[in-house]
């Protein structure tokens, strides 16, 4: 069975930190890439980052970007997002996706596999 479990979401004020993490099982975690998406009511979700399957490539949205590092340790199966200099209007609901391929994808309809969610809420 496929899974995979996010979990480090919480309330954090502006400016603070968190890190997401997203363990995987069920799959060969080294052949998927792994990405963030979120989603806040009435919006459509949005791509965050994304890494390839060895950890060495990775894209990330403008609006995050130099702030959101994203990581994966395919011993753990395990893929993180660092969250630096949190805004209020990173506040969403953060979702991890594996897609399989040998590159990074950027586009939700390239994966086949997502995490529940956790919540993200940044205070002002």
């Known amino acids: 069975q496929v899974q995979l479990v996010e979990s480090g979401g919480g309330l954090v004020q502006a400016g603070g930190s968190l890190r997401l993490s997203c363990a995987a099982s069920g799959i060969t975690f080294s052949s998927y890439a792994m990405g963030w998406f979120r989603r806040t009511p009435g919006k459509e979700r949005e791509f965050i980052a994304t890494i390839n399957w060895s950890g060495l490539t990775a894209n990330y949205a403008d609006s995050v970007k130099g702030r959101f590092t994203i990581s994966r340790d395919n011993a753990k199966k395990t893929v993180y997002l660092q969250m630096n200099s949190l805004k209020p209007e990173d506040t969403a609901v953060y979702y991890c996706?594996?897609?399989?391929?040998?590159?990074?994808?950027?586009?939700?309809?390239?994966?086949?596999?997502w995490g529940q969610g956790t919540q993200v809420t940044v205070s002002s």
């Open positions: 996706a594996g897609a399989y391929g040998s590159g990074w994808y950027v586009k939700a309809n390239a994966y086949n596999r």
